[in-house]
């Protein structure tokens, strides 16, 4: 064995109080404590990250991390505003040199089509609408009343598709931008 390498034999003890300590087993050689620190912390980051992941649905690294739960906690976004923002890549990380952080991302074309997709459906459904009132002329009520329940199923679901795909993510994204800016900036460096 080389010196160094530490064997993962971990056995959970309980102290007198009830609280749960793991112990790391054999060690071969001598162990430097900056190695031992380091694949400690290591490990406690994989666990952040799971832990974040499960809460929220968003996978990023520590640093992009910290900046969701700023947000989170200092600024009332919730994690499903965030993991939609993330996920249509309206709110990405910014790689630089000295520290990857959240920027703004949203796209234009994005808003286009989300709000012609709304112009175009509120269009059909307000046609629709009308050739149910030369229904009401005839005095055709059954018609009237299917075709307006069949044409609003439609309509209510391409708004909500609409807003959820391309709107709300677009807004979430610059009003996160926007709370960034107030980041406190030895907190973002921790």
């Known amino acids: 064995m080389k010196p160094g390498v530490v064997l993962m034999s971990e056995s959970t003890t309980q102290s007198n109080s009830g609280e749960s300590a793991i112990q790391i ?38 640093k992009v991390r910290q900046q969701f739960d700023y947000l989170m906690e200092e600024h009332d976004f919730t994690s499903h505003e965030l993991g939609r923002a993330w996920k249509t890549m309206a709110l990405v990380a910014r790689r630089t040199k ?11 074309l994005d808003l286009t089509v989300g709000w012609t997709g ?51 993510p677009q807004q979430t994204a610059k009003r996160a931008a926007e709370a960034l800016k107030s980041i406190p900036t030895a907190k973002a460096k921790h």
């Open 25 to 62: 087993g054999q060690v071969a050689g001598a162990v430097n404590i900056v190695q031992l620190t380091k694949l400690l912390t290591q490990m406690a980051e994989y666990q952040h990250q799971a832990n974040f992941y499960a809460a929220t649905g968003i996978r990023c690294g520590a």
């Open 98 to 108: 000295e520290y990857p952080n959240l920027h703004n991302a949203s796209r234009n």
């Open 118 to 168: 709304i112009a175009f459906f509120t269009f059909v459904f307000v046609f629709m609408l009308g050739q149910m009132i030369t229904l009401l002329q005839q005095k055709d009520y059954q018609w009237v009343t299917f075709g307006i329940a069949i044409g609003l199923i439609p309509y209510l679901g391409s708004l909500v598709l609409f807003s959820r795909t391309f709107l709300i």
